[in-house]
């Protein structure tokens, strides 16, 4: 089955800076990588995701690379607000598709 | 939008005793997903259905089953609770065919 490891597990950023998030899978086969973002008291929210024929997406602050050479997928957040403080998850498919394996999360806080 | 609701946002119970976690959507969403969530472990599949009356094991399925007699609800079921079973039960639902899951808000379940 897939295998999903992400790192850091934590990680603190200034306000205004950047922040990046990295994810690495095994299945060769896996086609489409999505970002999951969980605030306090609440359950995990799609953000963004990526195809496997595409190298780069972005939506405003938010932008998602994947290199299939390599099986690493990355979040990045620029511009860092106190709203992005949460708890990023990767996942990738496996079964087909048919469900998702989820990285261990990334506690992101932001300093004022 | 979306809704997926969990029946209780805290639980407290018994080593021993059977505990029932329910979960509802109202989008006529085909596949449900019942995971748990622990520190450092990220969002673990406990199992999943297709459909009515179907279900699937996921990765750490030992101690629990699953009921879904209907469409929109989902149960998940430990028949002798144990300490070990502490943890953030997430509830999600998917429509057949896409690829986003809609988590609730999970439920925090104490074991003693």
């Known amino acids: 089955g897939e295998n999903v490891e992400q790192h850091p597990s934590t990680l603190s950023v200034q306000e205004g800076d950047s922040a990046v998030i990295k994810c690495t899978y095994s299945?060769?086969?896996?086609?489409?990588f999505p970002w999951y973002k969980q605030e306090l008291g609440k359950g995990p929210q799609l953000i963004i995701d990526i195809r496997s024929n595409v190298g780069e997406k972005k939506d405003q602050r938010i932008a998602v690379t994947l290199n299939k050479t390599a099986k690493h997928f990355s979040l990045h957040i620029t511009e860092t607000q106190p709203e992005d403080s949460a708890v990023y998850f990767c996942?990738?498919?496996?079964?087909?598709?048919?469900?998702?394996?989820f990285g261990t999360g990334t506690r992101l806080t932001i300093i004022p | 939008d979306v809704k997926v609701t969990q029946s209780s946002r805290y639980l407290v119970k018994r080593t021993g005793e059977k505990v029932f976690l329910e979960c509802v959507q109202d989008?006529?969403?085909?596949?449900m997903f019942w995971y748990r969530q622990d520190p450092g472990l990220g969002l673990r599949l406990i199992y999943f259905s297709y459909d009515v009356k179907m279900k699937e094991k996921g990765d750490i399925p030992e101690g629990y089953s699953v009921s879904r007699e209907k469409k929109e609800r989902f149960s998940l079921i430990l028949e002798s609770a144990s300490t070990n079973q502490t943890s953030m039960y997430l509830c999600a639902s998917r429509p057949m065919g896409g690829e986003t899951q809609y988590f609730g808000p999970g439920t925090r379940l104490l074991v003693l």
């Open positions: 989008m006529d969403h085909e596949n």
């Open positions: 996942a990738a498919p496996s079964f087909g598709n048919e469900k998702l394996t």
């Open positions: 299945d060769s086969a896996s086609n489409y």
